[in-house]
């Protein structure tokens, strides 16, 4: 499988996509070989809802506490 990459492109009304700059194929193994971006990991993801959960539960009881007190 070959990908085509352009700097940009445009298309008329009838849909044909043209292609403006220089173009360049890659193939599909050049792609995966690319490392992907840093981004969470499902233990970090984990980690960041298992707080949120555990700040929003913080936070309602702490407002059932101050309404008990008024």
Known sequence: ??????????SD???QIT???ESATITLEEVQ?????NGLT???ADALIS???LLLVIGFIFALILRQLR
């Not at 990908?3 to 445009?10: H, K, M, N, T, V």
């Not at 070989?33 to 971006?37: F, H, K, L, T």
């Open 1 to 10: 499988m070959q990908l085509l990459l352009c700097d940009g492109f445009s």
């Open 33 to 37: 070989a690319i490392p992907a971006s």
């Open 13 to 15: 009304s009838e849909g």
């Open 51 to 53: 707080a949120t959960l």
């Open 42 to 44: 499902k233990e970090q």
């Open 19 to 21: 292609c403006s700059g």
